[in-house]
């Protein structure tokens, strides 16, 4: 049997393999410096930001604004990192984002989009927790990598489809149905996709009759990706959502959002009660992960650095990666005095400091 590889190694991989696509650097932030970067100056979004990168640049900075408290003196304790997600255990608050279309920034040599869809879903099962997909203009009804790789997987994944038309995305639900998946989801921000629009694929606006309709199109709870504003969150809550994701897609769809860390209090503090609230964006460590916890989100999503991991080590770098991220989140609550997930509160934050 072979060695397993250090989360290092399958950086460095990674590294090799998208060369000139994306840095592999310490730092993922959609700085201008960044190779990615550029988009207002022609080059192709691939892994960027849209426009300036601002909205990118923006995650990774609103995290930076918060300082985690130490605070050591008590019991000795291992924290419990165990998640319920629609009444599934998990092994951590973390999941894979609904990343789709490795091929627009690789092709085929850095990795099939059938197998880029199986070490994400995989990968986040060995490690205990579970794999989003998403959505492409490569993607169909007849093309439906993501599906594939979570009927593989038993079900055990989530199915975020673009802002299509509706006949097609309540398909791509009764397909995503009939195979057992966890839930479904729009990425209602897709409307501002760059790569559906540049391919001729029309994504929508969509009402509240029609998130309403989604809802009602399927037994899977429904997931809105893509809220950024508390009357985006009451619309979806009131349309019978079940969760809603704080998220600008990583900023690539519309510049100079702010960071999501920035707006995800005032949202989760109003709705919390009523939805599940997850979070994206800048998220690198278990230690932004805990930060966003204690603002108000109930589970994360990480984009970025699950193409990384999949790059690099497939099936097996997925895994590992999800297994430090769960690491280094336990280790952050031991040090804040968080025993489980249910004693993380804002009172851990320092804001500006
Ligand atoms: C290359 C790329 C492709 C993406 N494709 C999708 C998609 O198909 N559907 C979706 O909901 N989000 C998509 N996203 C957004 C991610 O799900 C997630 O919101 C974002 O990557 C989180 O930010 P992070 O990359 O800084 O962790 C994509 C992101 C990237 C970087």
């Known amino acids: 049997m072979s060695e397993k590889k250090t989360l290092e190694e399958i950086r460095g991989i990674a590294q090799k393999k998208l060369m000139g696509i994306c840095g592999v650097y310490k730092i993922c932030d959609g700085d201008s410096m960044r190779i990615c970067q550029g988009q207002?100056?022609?080059?192709?979004?691939?892994?960027?930001?849209?426009?300036?990168?601002?909205?990118?640049?923006?995650?990774?900075?609103?995290?930076?604004?918060?300082?985690?408290?130490?605070?050591?003196?008590?019991?000795?304790?291992e924290a419990d990192t165990t998640y319920n997600f629609f009444g599934n255990k998990l092994s951590m608050p973390i999941m894979g984002a609904s990343v789709a279309g490795v091929n627009s920034f690789g092709g085929n040599e850095v990795i099939t989009e059938k197998e880029f869809c199986r070490a994400v879903v995989l990968g986040c099962k060995e490690a205990g927790t579970v794999g989003w997909r998403g959505d492409t203009y490569t993607y169909s009804l007849d093309n439906t990598?993501?599906?594939?790789?979570?009927?593989?997987?038993?079900?055990?994944?989530?199915k975020i489809v673009k802002p299509r038309e509706q006949d097609t995305i309540i398909k791509f639900y009764q397909k995503a149905e009939k195979i057992g998946c966890i839930a479904v989801g729009i990425d209602i921000d897709g409307c501002g996709s760059f790569a559906m629009s540049s391919h001729g694929k029309p994504v929508f606006r969509k009402s509240f009759n029609d998130i309403k309709q989604l809802v009602a199109s399927t037994n899977l709870p429904v997931i809105i990706k893509g809220v950024m504003c508390l009357e985006d969150a009451l619309a979806a809550v009131k349309a019978g959502a079940s969760a809603i994701v704080i998220s600008n897609?990583?900023?690539?769809?519309?510049?100079?959002?702010?960071?999501?860390?920035?707006?995800?209090?005032?949202?989760?503090?109003?709705?919390?009660?009523?939805?599940?609230?997850?979070?994206?964006?800048g998220i690198r460590t278990g230690y932004d992960v805990l930060k966003v916890l204690a603002l108000g989100a109930e589970a994360v999503l990480i984009g970025r650095d699950i193409v990384r991991a999949a790059v690099g080590g497939g099936i097996e770098g997925v895994c590992i990666h999800m297994q430090y991220l769960q690491k280094t989140l336990a280790k952050a609550m031991k040090m804040t005095n968080c025993r489980n997930l249910n004693e993380i509160s804002s009172e851990i934050l320092l804001y500006n400091i």
């Open 40 to 77: 207002s100056y022609g080059k192709p979004l691939r892994f960027g930001g849209i426009g300036t990168g601002t909205s990118f640049y923006n995650n990774v900075d609103a995290l930076k604004r918060y300082k985690l408290k130490m605070r050591l003196i008590g019991e000795h304790f």
């Open 145 to 158: 990598y993501g599906i594939d790789a979570i009927s593989e997987a038993n079900g055990w994944g989530v």
């Open 249 to 281: 897609h990583g900023g690539r769809v519309l510049d100079h959002t702010p960071g999501t860390a920035s707006v995800l209090m005032d949202i989760a503090s109003k709705v919390k009660d009523k939805v599940r609230v997850f979070v994206d964006g």
